[in-house]
């Protein structure tokens, strides 16, 4: 496949291989003729519906898209969109399109999993996904249940989770899947929720121009067997002190607004234990509370902000772009070392490779 | 080499060291005798470097033009503990004046670097053989380690045979005494020492050695030229001592090989370059996803040396995700290659199922191994055909080839490559590891002559539908193969979507119609039973007069070799007997059903418990008789003819 090049038309760093569409597109475009079978009131709608309406604004050609995505509710996802699409098996979407994207660098590959499909069968490809740095932006549809198996409960569910398969609750800890991309040396993590369409999109943004992987979490509820698993970032009154809104380059506010018109609780570092703690700005003033820096280069502050939420109440929950950093993108690596090899012993010959430096010859 | 034998006497592979010819005085003072074929051993601890050893007697015997068989044998373990049993490593090689085709049962010649290869080996060697031992080796300890409570060397257990105590070790320091190397550094030339020794025993050219150790030492050339001087050490050793009194010529095979440019090649090597030449003649990028295992490893090794032929070689953090990228670089239109022994397959089989119901074309290359389990990773074995037949969930039918020696794994690979992309299936190349390891002369194709595998990627609509909308079909099939169309990603218009659900025949949408679901499981079924395969053929020369064999001999992969030689030997002996082998194992070729129903018995032999006799009585209702071994080790021609001679007397 040669790699088509639109040479000076990108901005986008991460995309810049990647042909750009002839005309304007409209979510109409990226909607594809299959009938949408969620569950009625399913967080995934939102996702969908979201996604839709910002791929216009890549300006990519449609036919250089693809999604690819695993098992579960939510990784039926590529049939609706009139993308190119491979809906796969259980937890392997990341490793089957680390193979399209390091291979076809003019894509803009996207997958879709959800917290079984990416943290329990697939939990060794994204780790590897992600410490690789594949060009790739990882959609992980967290409703903290297994939807699609109806309603076990998943690796990412609170301890004591009462369900068909734990009836006297769940014993196994969770894991926080940005702690765990971070963890996993991720360049780029983001935590977004279904039901705030510009939140998400403004997500969707960073992470479709970062180059590299991107894990976007998405709370995303399952009305059918964990409603409400996330009502207390989305009802309005709880959400002003459970959410923790991250913007790059300001101070971590978030609360009711305090005089100056930002959040009334900020995040300083406790210089006891150089962890991070929420102070009351009225009372202990604003002045040490961080500046959030998604493009810290160390990934300690990032992985302590994302230890903030209570896993059971979802209390001081941090939503945005945790980590932006720039890091070597491995299909970029792997094109370049074809590139070098050329260079170095120029272009494969085939006769000369198949007769080797030690041949002998038989006259008839 | 299979082709153009004279006299059934020359055919007969593995005959006694007796057939041996004096010519007389060769000059120099010492005899010279004549022989129309060898089998040595190299045989020691596993870091006596045995397995170079043995590489690079063979590139000389190649150089030579005899043709030639290799067989190397060593644990699984880098290095098993010195001087035991478990840790011997071996390396046989067979070279000849005419066309053979095995590594041979008995070694004429066996060289011990230790008290352990001596014991371990000495039950293959016949009586009359010649020995060499290190005598430096047979101490106390190194004896009493595997059990000798007296010395062989002199308790007289030898007396059956030629033997030559040589004090390798301490031959090979003497020599590099200018060297100023330490004793244990010095010592480790001894090999090339040996190697020099058996250079000159059988006439071997030199300058292929002298230069391949410069270059793999050019970083060190102190040590390059201590090996060198050891290796020539070795050599005058054997031209100026009492003690070889003879030396052996074996005339080049002329008349074995068809006219040509020969090179020397193994398994793996000839697969990973019918890989590239596929990829070459299809104008396809080829993309390897794999996970380290032996005996399979050399593949991902060679392939990733060949960057410039824009291979892109992924080291996955297992089997499930390397075929799982090979996959997805499938989807992007790439000739897409996953490589792995059993275990791995077993790891891989729910993405072949993926592939299966995708239909894209994804080669997976399993070099088998003795199992089950971790088994015997670095023996060989064929016991993993079930599993590429049937190791699935659902009718998930996958084509398997097998390749039937070393060299003839690169034309598998090529007819693997042009199945995978003309149905667009994924396609199992059965090798094991005794051709993946083994290795003999191979006559270097020459490019124009290779098969042209290009495809057409889908470019535009295929289908109309009633109100005269022209749309694109994934799964709209050619009438012809039953293909469906592989359109790629970045095609305009094309856009569509696939996945492992059930889906209706040509729109490619989910289906869980009861009657779709039926169709598409026939469906994919005929397009694997419909594919193109040559009729297998028999070679049946006493079905020349008209009488014909009783028996049929039907084997496939790696036990080409080892039944052609037996059913040489039966013929030889005056016995009528067919022989046909099969490439193809699904589906097999049209013609099997025939050809087996023609003979009155059918033997099978196998390296597994009889499972392509299995599926042959399954097929065909044929009373196939299996004959198996599983030991890890190729059947030995001897042992096979024997088998046969009962079979047909029965
Ligand atoms: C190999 C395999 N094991 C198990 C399943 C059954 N299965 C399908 S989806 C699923 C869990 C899905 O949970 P999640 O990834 O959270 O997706 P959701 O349905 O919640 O969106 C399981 C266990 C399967 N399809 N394949
Ligand atoms: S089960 Fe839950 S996640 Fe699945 S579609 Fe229904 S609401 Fe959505
Ligand atoms: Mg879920």
């Known amino acids: 496949m040669t790699e088509t090049i639109s040479e000076g038309s990108s901005q986008i760093e991460a995309l810049s291989l990647v042909p750009k569409a002839d005309a304007k597109q409209s979510m109409k475009d990226f909607k594809s003729d299959q009938e949408v079978r969620w569950c009625p009131g399913c967080g995934d709608y939102a996702v969908l519906a979201a996604v839709q309406g910002f791929m216009p604004e890549l300006g990519l050609a449609k036919e250089n898209i693809v999604f690819v995505s695993g098992i579960g509710c939510s990784s039926r996802f590529p049939y609706y969109m009139n993308t190119y699409g491979m809906h796969s098996i259980h937890g392997r979407a990341p490793a089957i399109a680390t193979g399209l994207a390091s291979s076809r660098r003019d894509l803009s590959v996207w997958v879709v999993t959800g917290d079984g499909d990416a943290l329990s069968i697939g939990g060794n490809h994204l780790i590897h996904a992600l410490r690789r740095n594949v060009n790739l932006k990882i959609l992980l549809f967290n409703n903290r249940i297994y939807g699609l198996t109806k309603g076990q409960y998943s690796p990412t569910s609170e301890v004591g989770k009462i369900t068909k398969s734990t009836p006297m609750g769940s014993l196994d800890a969770p894991f926080n899947p940005v702690s765990l991309a971070i963890g996993a040396e991720a360049s780029f993590v983001a935590r977004t929720v279904d039901s705030d369409r510009k939140h998400l999109t403004s997500v969707l943004r960073e992470a479709a121009a970062h180059p590299g992987t991107a894990l976007v979490e998405i709370y995303q509820n399952c009305n059918i067997f964990n409603d409400g698993a996330f009502e207390a970032l989305k009802d309005k009154e709880r959400a002003q002190e459970a959410v923790i809104r991250l913007e790059h380059g300001q101070p971590i506010r978030f609360g009711a607004p305090a005089a100056d018109g930002l959040g009334s609780k900020g995040v300083v570092r406790d210089p006891a234990t150089g962890d991070l703690k929420v102070i009351d700005v009225a009372s202990e003033g604003a002045a040490d509370v961080l500046v959030h820096d998604a493009h810290n280069p160390s990934p300690t502050t990032a992985f302590a902000l994302s230890r903030l939420a209570d896993p059971d109440t979802l209390h001081h929950t941090p939503i945005g772009v945790l980590r932006n950093v720039d890091r070597p993108v491995y299909d970029t690596l792997m094109s370049d070392q074809l590139d070098t090899a050329i260079e170095q012993k120029g272009k494969g010959d085939l006769a000369a490779l198949l007769a080797g430096n030690d041949t002998w010859t038989v006259v008839g | ?650």
């Open chain 2, 1 to 650: 080499m299979t082709s153009q034998v004279s006299s059934p006497a020359e055919q007969a592979d593995g005959a006694l060291v007796g057939e041996q010819r004096a010519s007389g005085d060769g000059g120099g003072g010492k005899e010279v005798r004549r022989l129309d074929r060898v089998i040595i051993r190299f045989a020691g601890d596993s870091g006596d470097g045995m397995q170079l050893t043995g590489d690079r007697f063979t590139s000389e015997t190649a150089s030579f033009g005899n043709d030639l068989s290799t067989l190397p044998n060593f644990p699984a373990e880098i290095r098993a503990p010195a001087g035991t049993l478990p840790g011997v490593s071996s390396f046989q090689l067979h070279f000849a004046d005419h066309d053979i085709l095995t590594p041979g049962d008995a070694p004429n010649v066996l060289v011990a670097m230790n008290p352990a290869a001596l014991k371990a080996n000495l039950a293959d060697v016949p009586r009359g053989a010649e020995i060499i031992v290190n005598t430096d080796e047979f101490t106390k300890r190194p004896m009493a380690k595997v059990g000798y409570a007296t010395s062989p060397l002199e308790d007289g257990s030898l007396s059956a045979y030629n033997v030559h105590p040589v004090p390798l070790t301490t031959l090979t320091i003497e020599a590099l005494k200018e060297f100023g190397l330490s004793r244990k550094e010095a010592e480790r030339s001894k090999n090339m020492f040996a190697l020099g020794l058996l250079s000159w025993m059988y006439h071997r050219p030199t300058e292929g050695t002298e230069k391949f150790l410069r270059s793999k030492f050019a970083k060190k050339p102190e040590i390059a030229e201590a090996n060198v001087t050891a290796f020539r050490a070795g050599w005058n050793f054997g031209e100026t001592t009492e003690d070889f009194a003879v030396s052996y010529e074996v005339a080049p095979a002329t008349k074995a090989f068809p006219t040509g440019t020969y090179r020397n090649i193994s398994g793996n090597l000839a697969l990973s370059y019918g890989l590239v030449a596929a990829s070459q003649q299809a104008d396809l990028p080829l993309y390897l996803g794999s996970y380290p295992i032996t005996p399979a490893s050399d593949i991902l090794h060679e392939l990733s040396k060949h960057k410039n032929f824009g291979v892109r070689t992924f080291q996955a953090e297992d089997e499930i995700a390397g075929i799982g990228a090979a996959l997805g670089a499938a989807f992007g239109g790439a000739l897409a290659v996953t490589t792995t022994s059993g275990p791995g397959v077993a790891l891989k089989s729910e993405t072949i199922g993926l592939a299966v119901s995708l239909e894209l074309p994804l080669l997976i290359v399993d070099i088998q191994r003795g199992g089950p389990s971790t088994g015997l990773p670095t023996k060989t074995e064929q016991a993993d055909l079930l599993q590429a037949m049937f190791g699935r969930n659902g009718e998930a039918p996958v084509p398997i080839v097998a390749p039937q020696t070393p060299a003839d794994c690169f034309d598998a690979a090529l007819d693997a490559a042009r199945i995978a992309l003309t149905y667009r299936t994924p396609v199992f190349l059965l090798s094991d590891g005794y051709l993946a390891n083994g290795s003999e002369p191979w006559r270097i194709p020459d490019v124009d002559e290779l098969p042209d595998l290009r495809v057409q990627f889908a470019s535009g609509t295929n289908h109309q539908l009633a109100d005269g909308t022209e749309v694109f079909w994934p799964y709209k099939r050619d009438e012809q193969t039953l293909a469906r169309p592989w359109a790629v990603p970045g095609t305009p218009g094309l856009e569509h979507r696939i996945g492992g659900i059930e889906k209706q025949d040509g729109t490619g949408n989910i289906s869980y119609d009861p009657a779709n679901h039926d169709f598409m499981v026939r469906t994919r079924q005929a397009k694997i039973d419909g594919i193109d395969v040559p009729d297998v053929e028999v070679d049946d020369p006493a079905g020349e007069d008209g009488k014909g064999a009783g028996t049929l001999v039907l084997g496939w992969g790696s036990t080409y070799g080892p039944i052609t030689a037996a059913v040489r030997r039966v013929r030889g002996a005056g016995e009528r007997i067919a022989q046909a082998h099969l490439r193809h194992l699904n589906p097999f070729p049209r013609n099997l059903g025939d050809v087996l129903r023609r003979y009155d018995k059918v033997i099978v032999p196998e390296m597994n418990l009889g499972q392509l006799a299995t599926l042959l009585r399954a097929k065909y209702l044929v009373d196939a008789r299996s004959h198996t071994q599983v030991s890890g080790m190729p059947f030995k021609a001897e042992q096979l003819a024997e088998v046969f001679k009962e079979a047909i007397n029965d």
